[in-house]
């Protein structure tokens, strides 16, 4: 289904109840939106276009998701992100850069999924690449034109697919970018991430779903011509990685966006409950205190065991969603079963934290679907020491039910056991929705089956080195026999041969 097309009148509008917000709840955020977002409010009409046509000309939702975006650029730096904040070898490697265009014009965002080995890679860095090749393609040459993502699959297993990595692609244009893709193309997909690609499917919205696309060498040529694709490809270009940092940098476009006084303006804090994924998808499992606004981010509601060696352990992502730094603890109904590492801890405004789980050897894993959890956390004020001894006094003096403590509960999983709930993904981070549905036991199954062709494939790989190993010493063995018995025979011949010799000269 195609956008439906905004007027003037509408992006009149929203940007009128924008800067009414600003009024109305300015003084509550510390250091303002960046004045480059709040000159590209004023000055370009395109801009927030992309917001009211990819909410189907919902006000309402345009407004909260420009508003959204506007307290992310902010937090993540975008405006300010340039060469020097990158990590360099990772930019030079080649898993991700722009080259050439698709049949309608537009820039190809280029993964070569081969090149990129899931866990050998620090998250944030990644993350920081990708939103630098995003701005520098949309807001720095293509003046907001749309891109194509390309995810080339060739040579590709399972070692190369990241779900984290690959569900932050997905909400970052999904929350940040809107209206921003052209096609999702999947080139050379192999059989064995089908799986993989019906779970990513089910994260996406209907019109992302619509433009994706999955080809092969034979049918590439529908979506992006031959003078265009790489010789890798199967196309005339024999296009070899090398970064260019290119003509524009942040820092001069920032520059030429800041006002005359040079000063930024102060404006509002985001308000979760104006947002249009706590709208829709309030976690069933979360209580708040009397605090106000939700302040930690819990990636899902279950934690799901697995096998790793001889233990089952699983984990669980946190993320800071508020301005300030809160202060976080993890509980457990049967402290003696698992081992929580880190249970404690601090996040800055917009970090994460992993927390991991190891169920105790020896316990029952049936009475592990009847265990939960609680994550705790509190916002620590400026005059909050963040070491270890201070937070655990803190904690030790706050009761678990105070009004200055949010909760999460987290139930357990083992895997076949019981149905994981549906996770859902705004503002990049999750939300849980009603468990038992249809979908949960979808997302479940898929869930578990991946988990299933991961311990495969390490099985198969194993058996292949193990049987590699058994045929190369089966050819030395019967090397060494071939040599033994050709020396053997070797030694008989001249033996009888010389014998024979003798007897000739009686």
Not at 80 to 96: A, K, N, P, T
Not at 154 to 162: E, F, I, P, Q, V
């Amino acid at each position: 289904m195609e956008n439906l097309s905004a007027s003037s009148e509408q992006i009149e509008e929203l940007k009128r109840q924008f800067f009414e917000k600003v009024q109305r709840d300015g003084h509550e955020i510390d250091g303002g939106f960046h004045p480059a977002d709040i000159d590209r409010i004023n000055t370009s009409e395109k801009w927030l276009r992309l917001f009211i046509e990819y909410n189907d000309l919902d006000m309402k939702k345009a407004l909260t998701q420009l508003w959204d975006t506007c307290v992310w650029r902010k937090n993540f730096g975008t405006n300010d992100l340039d060469v020097s904040q990158l990590r360099q070898e990772y930019l030079h490697e080649g898993f991700m850069f722009p080259r050439n265009r698709d049949i309608d014009g537009k820039r190809l965002l280029i993964f070569r999924s081969k090149l990129y080995v899931r866990g050998t890679k620090d998250m944030d860095d990644v993350k920081r690449i990708l939103v630098y090749w995003v701005e520098r393609l949309m807001y720095r040459e293509e003046d907001l034109a749309q891109i194509s993502v390309f995810f080339d699959l060739k040579d590709s297993g399972l070692s190369n697919m990241d779900m984290e990595y690959t569900r932050y692609i997905i909400n970052l244009f999904k929350f940040y970018y809107p209206n921003s893709l052209n096609y999702i193309i999947i080139f050379e997909m192999p059989w064995i991430l089908n799986t993989t690609f019906k779970i990513i499917k089910s994260l996406l919205p209907a019109k992302a779903v619509a433009r994706m696309k999955f080809v092969n060498g034979k049918t590439l040529h529908e979506f992006v011509d031959e003078s265009n694709m790489l010789d890798i490809w199967g196309g005339s270009d024999n296009y070899t990685y090398k970064f260019e940092e290119g003509e524009s940098s942040a820092k001069s476009i920032n520059n030429n966006n800041l006002n005359a006084s040079g000063r930024k303006v102060h404006f509002a804090k985001l308000s979760p409950t104006e947002s249009p994924m706590s709208e829709q998808h309030g976690s069933s499992f979360t209580e708040k205190g009397n605090a106000g606004d939700e302040m930690l981010r819990v990636v899902q509601d279950t934690l799901l065991f697995n096998k790793t060696g001889n233990d089952y352990s699983g984990s669980v992502e946190i993320i800071n969603i508020d301005l300030k730094p809160i202060t976080y603890k993890v509980k457990t109904t049967a402290p003696d079963k698992f081992r929580v590492r880190p249970s404690s801890g601090v996040l800055a405004p917009g970090s994460s934290m992993t927390v991991n789980v190891v169920l105790v050897p020896g316990c029952q894993l049936s009475a592990l679907s009847r265990e939960k959890f609680l994550v705790m956390c509190m916002a620590l004020g400026a005059d909050k020491q963040t070491n270890s001894q201070d937070i655990a006094e803190l904690w030790k003096n706050t009761p678990s039910h105070s009004h200055l403590v949010e909760q999460h509960k987290l139930k357990c999983l083992l895997p076949g056991l019981s149905h994981v709930s549906e996770v859902s993904f705004k503002n990049g981070t999750a939300f849980s929705g009603s468990s038992g549905s249809d979908s949960d036991r979808q997302i479940s199954h898929l869930v578990q089956t991946v988990h299933e062709l991961n311990d495969t494939v390490a099985r198969l790989d194993s058996r292949l080195k193990k049987n590699q190993m058994l045929f190369f010493l089966a050819l030395l063995a019967i090397a060494s026999f071939c040599v033994a018995t050709l020396y053997i025979v070797k030694g008989s011949i001249e033996e009888h041969g010389m014998g024979y010799c003798v007897k000739r000269d009686d």
